[in-house]
C-alpha cells in the first residue's frame, strides 16, 4: 500500500517536471536527460531515450524504444521515427589494448579523466527534415542525414545520405529517390517546414501532388 503510494507520487512527480520542462510536447518516457530541446508538438512515446545536448525541431514523432544518443546534434521538423531506431550510434576505440570504458571512461569509476573521446572521434549525427526512419534502423555517429531522406527498416547508415533520398541495406544504399531532381530542388528551395502549421493543415489536400503544393506555396507568395 505504502509502497505505491510513493509510486504514484513519484510518477505525478515526474509528469510535472516534464510538464514544466517541456510544456508543448506530449512525453510518455522518463528517459529525457537534461540539457535536452524539444520543439512545439513533439510525440515522444514509451522507454524513448534521449541523451543530453539533443535538439528535436517541432512535430517530430519518435516512437517506443529508440533511442537518441549524445553523438547526436539535431532532428528536424516533422520526422517520423519508428521504434528501436538508434541514432548517433558511437563508437569504442578499437586500438586501445580493451574496447571496454572501465579503462577509458570515468563514469565507469575505476579511472580519473576520460581517455577516450567518442564524440570526436565520429562528430555528430545531424538529421534533417520530414525525414523517415523506419522500425530497427541504426544510424551511426557523425552522419548527415538530408531533408525528406527515408531510412528503411534495419538499415546501418554509415555515409551522409542526400535529401529526398531513399536508403535501405547493411551498409545502406541507394535504392531511389522519392522524386524527381527538380521536384527535389523546388522543395528544398520552399523551405516548407518553416511554414505556419496551420496554413499547412490547410494545405494537406494538396500534399498527395507535390506540384500541386508548390503551386499553392507560390500563389501564396505572390
Ligand atoms: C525502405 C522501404 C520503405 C522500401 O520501400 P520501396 O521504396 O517501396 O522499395 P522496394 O520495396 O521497391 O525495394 C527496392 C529494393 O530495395 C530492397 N529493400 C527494400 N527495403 C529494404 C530494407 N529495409 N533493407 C534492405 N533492402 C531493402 C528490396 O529488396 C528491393 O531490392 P531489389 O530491387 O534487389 O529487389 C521498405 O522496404 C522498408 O524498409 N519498410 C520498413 C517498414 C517499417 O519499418 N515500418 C514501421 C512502421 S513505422
Request: glycine share 8%; aromatic share 12%.
Amino acid at each position: 500500500m505504502f509502497n505505491s503510494i510513493k509510486k504514484n507520487v513519484y510518477f505525478f512527480c515526474f509528469f510535472l517536471v516534464k510538464k514544466i520542462r517541456f510544456p508543448s510536447a506530449t512525453i510518455y518516457t522518463n528517459f529525457v536527460m537534461p540539457n535536452v530541446k524539444l520543439g512545439k508538438g513533439v510525440v515522444l512515446r514509451e522507454k524513448v531515450k534521449v541523451q543530453s545536448g539533443v535538439s528535436i525541431g517541432d512535430h517530430t514523432f519518435i516512437n517506443e524504444y529508440t533511442q537518441i544518443d549524445a553523438n547526436t546534434k539535431y532532428i528536424g521538423k516533422y520526422c517520423s521515427i519508428s521504434h528501436n531506431v538508434k541514432i548517433g550510434a558511437g563508437p569504442h576505440p578499437h586500438n586501445f589494448v580493451s574496447t571496454s570504458p572501465v579503462f577509458y571512461s570515468s563514469n565507469r569509476g575505476y579511472i580519473d579523466s576520460n581517455l577516450y573521446d567518442e564524440y570526436k572521434e565520429k562528430g555528430f549525427t545531424e538529421i534533417g527534415h520530414d525525414v523517415l526512419v523506419y522500425a530497427n534502423a541504426i544510424i551511426v555517429a557523425g552522419v548527415i542525414i538530408g531533408h525528406g531522406a527515408i531510412i528503411g527498416g534495419g538499415s546501418i547508415v554509415t555515409r551522409d545520405v542526400p535529401p529526398y533520398a531513399i536508403v535501405a541495406g547493411v551498409p545502406a544504399k541507394i535504392i531511389g529517390y522519392r522524386f524527381s531532381p527538380d521536384i527535389i530542388k523546388k522543395l528544398l528551395e520552399s523551405c516548407w517546414w518553416n511554414l505556419d502549421i496551420t496554413y499547412l493543415a490547410h494545405l494537406s489536400t494538396t500534399m498527395k501532388s507535390p506540384e500541386a503544393f508548390l503551386a499553392e506555396i507560390e500563389k501564396c507568395r505572390q
